[in-house]
C-alpha cells in the first residue's frame, strides 16, 4: 500500500515501517532521517508550493471549512497567542487543505500512519480529507502503562474494547495496577525540573525528556530579567500578562486552610479538576468542552448543585494563556462554587469527592482506583471503563444524579480494566515515554511495532 507517515519521535520505529510499507511520504521532525517535508517548519511556515486548486478539493472545500475549521482553529493556536487573526488562521486552513489533498491524490496514497492522535491543526485536515477520500487510517498513541501503546484506526474508536470477560483474574489485575503511578510519578519529576530551571510550562508535550534538562537556558532567563526591567522602567509598554493572570487566580482561590475545612464539610462534593491548556487533552480530547466553563455550567444546574458541592481547581501548570479578563468574569458568574489552591495536595481532595469531573485526565483514572464515578467530558483511553459516564449537552441532570448515586462495583470494574489493558499493544512509539520502559531495546521495539501494525492493517 502507497503509504505517508505523518509524525513520529524514534527513527528506528520510521526506518522500520519503510522496511514493511511502501513509504511514498514522510513528515516528520526527527533529525538524520530523509523527510519529504519537516514537520515543524509546516506548523510555522505551512507548505512552500503552489496547489493546482483541484476541482474535486474546490467542491468539498466550503463544507469542509464549516465542518473543521472550528477544531483546526483551536488546535492551531496552541502556538500562541500572536496565532489569533481569524484572517491567517483562514489561510493556513485553506493552504493545507489544497496542499494535503493535493499530495494524497498526486501520491495515490492508500494508507496514513500517524505517529500520534490528529491535535495540531494540520495533522487534523489531514485525517479529515484522508477519511472523505476513504484513505484508511492507522493512529498511535502511547498509553501511561509502561512499554504499551494504543492502536486504532478512528478517531471515535477511542477507548473503545471487547468486553470479552466479564470477570477478572485478580493476579492480572495486580499487575496491571502495580504500574499505575509510573506516569503520575514521571510527570511529578519533569514538572519540578521546569519550576526548578524556570522552563515554560506550556512545553510542546506533557512528558517532555525531564531527564535531559540539566541546567536553565541562560539566555531565555537573561531575556526574561531585562524584559521585566524594562517593562519596569517603562521603557516599553508591555502588560505583564502572566502577573495578572496570578492575581486573578489568587483573588478566586480558598487558602489552604479553608481548602481543609471544606473538605472536611459533610456536604456530598464533586471535584472538577481543570486542564491546562492548550493541550491534546483539551483540543482535539474534549471535543465542545474545550471550553472547560461549560463543564461548571453544566454541573451549576439546580438539580445537580442542591445535592452536591462543586469544587474546582486549576491546573498548577497553567499559563495565562486561554486565562485572560473574560475568563475569571464568566467563573465569578458561577458564585456558588468554591475555587481550590492550586498546590492543594491532589490526593485529600479526591478521596474527600463523590466524583472526578474531567475532560480526558488521567485524574479520572486515579479517582476510579479509589471507587470514585468520573463525569467524562471528552474521550479518554479510559471512556468505557465501568464507573465513566460520558457527558454530552443532551445528557440529562437525572441521569447523573442516578449514576452517582449507585454504589461502585469493584468487580465490574476490575473486569473492564483488565478487558481495556488487554487491547493495548507492546511497545513504545514516544521518545519521551522511554524512561518509563524498563530494558527498552531500541531496535527489538521497533521490529516489535511495526509488525503488530502491518498485521492490523492487514486484518481491519
Given amino acids: 500500500m502507497r503509504t505517508l507517515i505523518f509524525g513520529g519521535t524514534i527513527k528506528s520505529v520510521i526506518q522500520e515501517f519503510e522496511k514493511k510499507f511502501n513509504v511514498v511520504c514522510k513528515i516528520n521532525t526527527i533529525n538524520g532521517l530523509e523527510k519529504d517535508y519537516d514537520l515543524e517548519e509546516l506548523i510555522k511556515n505551512n507548505f512552500s508550493f503552489t496547489p493546482l486548486f483541484d476541482q474535486d478539493a474546490q467542491n468539498l472545500f466550503i463544507n469542509f471549512h464549516?465542518?473543521?475549521?472550528?477544531?483546526?482553529?483551536?488546535?492551531?493556536?496552541?502556538?500562541?497567542?500572536k496565532i489569533s487573526d481569524y484572517h491567517e488562521l483562514n489561510n493556513h486552513f485553506a493552504i493545507f487543505f489544497y496542499c494535503f489533498f493535493e499530495i494524497l491524490k498526486k501520491k495515490k496514497i492508500q494508507l496514513i500512519i500517524f505517529n500520534n492522535f490528529?491535535?495540531?491543526?494540520?495533522?487534523?485536515?489531514?485525517?479529515?480529507?484522508?477519511?472523505?477520500?476513504?484513505?484508511?487510517?492507522?493512529?498511535?498513541?502511547?498509553?501511561?502503562?509502561?512499554?504499551?501503546?494504543?492502536?486504532?484506526?478512528?478517531?471515535?474508536?477511542?477507548?473503545?474494547?471487547?468486553?470479552?470477560?466479564?470477570?477478572?483474574d485478580k493476579k492480572v489485575v495486580d499487575e496491571i495496577l502495580s504500574f499505575k503511578d509510573y506516569y503520575s510519578d514521571y510527570q511529578s519529576k519533569w514538572e519540578k525540573k521546569i519550576k526548578k530551571f524556570n522552563l515554560s510550562p506550556s512545553s510542546p508535550t506533557h512528558l517532555e525528556d525531564a531527564q535531559n534538562i540539566k541546567k536553565p537556558n541562560l539566555i531565555k532567563k537573561t531575556k526574561d530579567i531585562f524584559k521585566r526591567l524594562f517593562i519596569f522602567l517603562n521603557l516599553i509598554n508591555r502588560e505583564n500578562l502572566q502577573k495578572k493572570f496570578e492575581e486573578n487566580i489568587s483573588s478566586i482561590e480558598l487558602n489552604n486552610e479553608k481548602v481543609k475545612r471544606v473538605l472536611e464539610e459533610k456536604n456530598k462534593k464533586i471535584f472538577v479538576a481543570l486542564h491546562s491548556q492548550p493541550e491534546m487533552s483539551t483540543s482535539l480530547l474534549a471535543g465542545d468542552y474545550d471550553d472547560q466553563i461549560r463543564i461548571i455550567e453544566k454541573l451549576k444546574r439546580k438539580k445537580i448543585s442542591d445535592n452536591f458541592d462543586i469544587l474546582i481547581r486549576e491546573h498548577p501548570i497553567q499559563t495565562f494563556y486561554q486565562r485572560d479578563e473574560f475568563f475569571f468574569k464568566r467563573l465569578k458568574y458561577l458564585n456558588t462554587i468554591k475555587i481550590l489552591n492550586r498546590n492543594y495536595p491532589i490526593d485529600k481532595i479526591i478521596a474527600s469527592s463523590k466524583a472526578i469531573v474531567t475532560c480526558s485526565g488521567t485524574i479520572?483514572?486515579?479517582?476510579?482506583?479509589?471507587?470514585?464515578?468520573?463525569?467524562?467530558?471528552?474521550?479518554?483511553?479510559?471512556?468505557?471503563?465501568?464507573?465513566?459516564?460520558?457527558?454530552?449537552?443532551?445528557?440529562?441532570?437525572?441521569?447523573?444524579?442516578?449514576?452517582?448515586?449507585?454504589?461502585?462495583?469493584?468487580?465490574?470494574?476490575?473486569?473492564?480494566?483488565?478487558?481495556l489493558y488487554n487491547s493495548f499493544k507492546n511497545g513504545v512509539i514516544s521518545k519521551w515515554y522511554i524512561p518509563i520502559s524498563e530494558n527498552f531495546d531500541d531496535k527489538k521495539n521497533a521490529q516489535i511495532i511495526c509488525d503488530e501494525v502491518f498485521k492490523y492493517v492487514n486484518t481491519n
Fill in 66 to 81: 464549516k465542518s473543521n475549521f472550528n477544531i483546526f482553529c483551536r488546535m492551531f493556536i496552541r502556538r500562541g497567542a
Fill in 118 to 168: 490528529p491535535h495540531q491543526g494540520l495533522d487534523f485536515i489531514l485525517y479529515k480529507i484522508a477519511k472523505i477520500l476513504e484513505i484508511k487510517t492507522i493512529l498511535l498513541t502511547q498509553s501511561i502503562f509502561p512499554n504499551k501503546y494504543i492502536m486504532i484506526s478512528n478517531l471515535l474508536d477511542f477507548g473503545k474494547f471487547k468486553n470479552e470477560n466479564k470477570n477478572f
Fill in 364 to 419: 479520572g483514572w486515579e479517582g476510579l482506583l479509589l471507587g470514585k464515578k468520573c463525569l467524562l467530558f471528552g474521550e479518554s483511553w479510559y471512556s468505557n471503563l465501568y464507573g465513566v459516564l460520558k457527558i454530552n449537552d443532551k445528557t440529562r441532570d437525572d441521569e447523573i444524579l442516578n449514576f452517582l448515586q449507585e454504589e461502585f462495583d469493584y468487580s465490574k470494574f476490575y473486569s473492564s480494566v483488565q478487558n
